[in-house]
């Protein structure tokens, strides 16, 4: 094998030659046959040259105003907009998701929104917090960690790509340089993100080093790499498997690290809501479930139900509408088999099939849309199998017998990043809603009422975030700006440190009118005296 | 043995006898005897016990106001001081540690304030940072977690005391019940603050089992109690081995806890600062080190000079200090144990004793007042085990030969919680200030100017924090309020959630005129709209 025609990886400032031994080919999931380039699997010496390159860069900017973060990120918007032809030609390759809304209208416009928010927090800098007890002339403020590593999951080439997403975005906005670790299933998406990337670090000055790429590595460099001690934080989104083992490497030696793993989002459906407007909600649910061939992680996976001829009529028209629907396409075999080995599960856990619960029906990788549905008294039987996560164009129907067995039901979930539940506007659900509310609020991360749980607005109040194992820890959030930002950042205190010698943030001037600081208790944007 | 006499657990509301089947008794470090009092370890099934009753509690409270909190801070806070003679000499009798000004003066005021300070953040609420989007309707804040594990240290009977400290009171200002696992060093002490706690819960209408206390878990127990399912997170305060052995367990699970461990506190003594006033530093260095018998977190535990005669004439001033000043008692023989192997670590990597170095000398447990000194090039040869924490009355001088040496030392370096550097008040050290405070910014939580690391004010700007190992995750401090709060809590967003259905500080009208809640990406004490 020649490894000169294999696409390069960007290590200190150059697009090098691999010194990997082994390649991998992306396959466009509509048609299942391998897209042409070649990539290379990094060795570890140039894992670790990306690794040390970083930790220099990181030295180098430690006194580097957050206007040079915001022009990069910003320049790189604007690189990604110019160049968004090929950006969606590219994903819709490598991804099977349709150009139009999902890659063109929605993904890269929120990429570049998020790029954009994240440059004005980090022009703004009151993400990090600055508070200055003038009494005891004690100072802190968050600041940058130190070399992030991001790994980007498969269903979000644009928006959480490890080059150019959310964890990217936070994570410059910090001030970290950031080695992206793309995702095997869209390597030339991730390759055009880092290019763009480059060039726009070389524009506004950053150094070379500051965003590097390598497409992948053995499970045991990710290991390495995310726990090495030059390395400040890592941000991983994806299947819990992998997560839960870079996890424990990075936890052994006190790394943060932010994981996205798995969640089956719950939705309540209470009785009165569907009295006020079933055939409509069952058009919500479909949509919701079926969009981007269900590879969301805020799909809808689980629906709770009370038992009733209303729901029987409700579930039998969403089967009827999942029949119906078009089959998308997957984003990769792999997505298919794990899919069709999660509805397994739950069929081999009690779950009877009402629609689909077959592979095919669509172009390339296909399942056919999927609605299981189980009662309470199996559910309950089983109910951690009965939690697995199929991620797809799938959903598992919970039929409670009564309202005590819905909160029952409830009890039995794992941390998820959202929970959903729908009423009657007319007040009739309102005390089933706060009996099973206390339940559902302390397993997720984001409550939601009346809507699905597929939209997530990159808005400052967003949790992106729950309990584990949705996540690492259930006080960060993945999306929303400024909170995705603090998660890549240190608390530094100055404690009796001379005024010269403070960052501008924490000296008595405020450096910006628009800065928030909290001074002696009290949010302000004043000077301190 | 009869389990009659030993003393009560307080569990669920009761103090019970214990159904363990082991005891132990405290022992006066004064006099090297045990104190009468028997303890049980506690056994799986009332530790069981204890969860389900916290888990209940927790539900109970979920829609508490802080109001409710507050108030049992303070009157805690109040019946502490009531009864401030029976806890200063319980104290003294357990731990050695003199009653003034220590006790008495120093520490006791410390912890009443810091739950007058917790409370006064409960009732406030903007620990909890509201944070609303107008235009998306998504409002999100930080709530309590769950019910929380407090272990407490052996050297703070009551600062970090854990059914009085400042986990303690951070966990209760965010709304959660506290079990706290008393230090085997001081029962007695920690039997009086549950005492104390119970009758003020009882005094405010909270749930009985808010506060429960157990002595001692075997390590089995305190794994699995630390990560049961209805678990929200823990503190721990303490040795690194026992601290790292909670940190697996509980992030195999996805528990947030929060460590305390080691931290070896460098302090650089620059040239210049030497000249202007060695004398008054030799006494400083030497109150700071050997005060409370060198038993803090902030010990200044390595202290990195450059080689030359003023050094050399600093040096035998502080060993003629060390070998003047008085003796101290260490808090128990399992101290004063580990001290001398920390020493006997650094001796065979290659440290040389100038003062102390054996057991003796004092009342009770004690070991002389210890300086030990290293070379740079020697330092460099074996830097992990030079920096091996002798927790007490002793400390490391590391002699470089230039700055670039100091420099390489500061960069081996690992995570603690504290660094110092002292300067020239004439600017003659500027230079190699700012050559040297990068390394150590990056290593240290709290980053310190012109004094010993060994006062932690109890400041909201205070960093009682830092990179691993010195605690698990450098973003958190234990001590400072509103920021160690935010530890006990999880992120809890409302996405398109009915007005009425919001808690109040997120509802458009703020419930309180002094709370501070951000609205639209600002910071503002107004209504919405």
């Given at each position: 094998m020649s490894l000169l025609n294999i696409e390069r990886v960007l290590i200190d400032g150059q697009w090098r030659v691999s010194s990997g031994t082994q390649i991998f080919q992306a396959v466009n999931p509509g048609t299942r046959l391998p897209l042409p380039r070649e990539y290379p699997?990094?060795?570890?010496?140039?894992?670790?040259?990306?690794?040390?390159?970083a930790a220099r860069?990181?030295?180098?900017?430690?006194?580097?105003?957050?206007?040079?973060?915001?022009?990069?990120?910003?320049?790189?918007?604007?690189?990604?907009?110019?160049?968004?032809g090929d950006f969606i030609a590219t994903a819709n390759q490598e991804t099977g998701l349709p150009v139009e809304p999902r890659l063109k209208i929605a993904e890269l416009p929120r990429t570049t929104n998020q790029l954009r928010q994240a440059a004005a927090a980090a022009r703004d800098g009151g993400w990090s917090m600055p508070t200055i007890d003038t009494q005891n002339n004690i100072r802190s403020r968050l600041a940058a960690i130190g070399p992030v590593v991001v790994f980007g999951p498969n269903n979000f080439p644009f928006a959480f790509n490890s080059a150019a997403g959310g964890d990217f975005a936070a994570a410059v906005a910090a001030g970290n340089p950031v080695i992206a670790k793309g995702h095997s299933s869209h390597p030339n998406t991730t390759r055009l993100f880092a290019e763009e990337a480059f060039e726009a670090v070389r524009e506004v000055g950053l150094p070379p080093a500051f965003v590097q790429l390598i497409y992948r590595t053995s499970h045991e460099d990710g290991c390495r790499l995310i726990s090495?001690?030059?390395?400040?934080?890592s941000g991983y989104?994806?299947?819990?498997?992998?997560?839960?083992?870079?996890?424990?490497?990075?936890?052994r030696v006190g790394k943060p690290i932010y994981l996205e793993l798995s969640s089956i989002n719950p939705v309540c459906v209470l009785p009165g809501v569907l009295a006020e407007r079933s055939a409509e909600l069952a058009g919500e649910f479909?949509?919701?479930?079926?969009?981007?061939?269900?590879q969301f992680c805020t799909n809808p996976g689980l629906v709770l139900l009370l038992a009733g001829p209303q729901t029987e009529s409700f579930v039998n028209a969403v089967k009827a509408k999942f029949d119906a629907a078009p089959i998308g396409t997957m984003l990769s075999e792999g997505v298919l088999r794990n899919f069709d080995s999660g509805i397994q599960t739950l069929v081999a856990a009690g779950a009877e099939v009402l629609a689909g619960g077959q592979t095919g029906g669509g172009n390339g990788f296909s399942y056919r849309n999927t609605l299981l549905c189980v009662s309470g008294d199996k559910f309950l039987l089983s109910p951690h199998a009965l939690q697995t996560e199929a991620f797809g164009n799938g959903s598992l129907f919970v039929i409670a017998r009564d309202e005590a067995q819905m909160l029952a039901v409830l009890e039995t979930l794992e941390g998820n990043l959202t929970g959903a539940i729908y009423?009657?506007?007319?007040?009739?659900?309102d005390a089933l809603y706060s009996r099973i509310e206390p339940a559902l609020r302390a397993r997720v991360g984001r409550l939601i009422n009346d809507k699905m749980p597929t939209g997530v607005a990159v808005s400052p109040a967003m949790n992106h975030g729950g309990p584990f194992p949705?996540?690492?820890?259930?006080?960060?959030?993945?999306?929303?700006?400024?909170?995705?930002?603090?998660?890549?950042?240190?608390?530094?205190c100055y404690d009796g440190v001379r005024p010269n010698r403070l960052p501008p943030e924490l000296q008595n001037k405020n450096p910006r009118p628009g800065l928030w600081r909290s001074i002696d208790g009290q949010w302000s944007k004043a000077d301190v005296g």
């Open positions: 699997v990094s060795s570890w010496s140039e894992i670790e040259q990306a690794i040390l390159a860069v990181s030295r180098e900017l430690r006194d580097a105003p957050g206007e040079l973060f915001a022009k990069f990120l910003d320049r790189f918007a604007d690189r990604i907009t110019e160049r968004s090495h001690p030059a390395i400040g934080a989104t994806g299947a819990r498997s992998t997560g839960l083992v870079l996890k424990e490497a990075a936890d479909t949509t919701s479930c079926l969009m981007g061939t269900g009423s009657a506007q007319d007040g009739q659900d949705a996540t690492g820890h259930p006080g960060f959030t993945a999306v929303g700006i400024p909170a995705s930002i603090r998660r890549f950042a240190m608390l530094q």
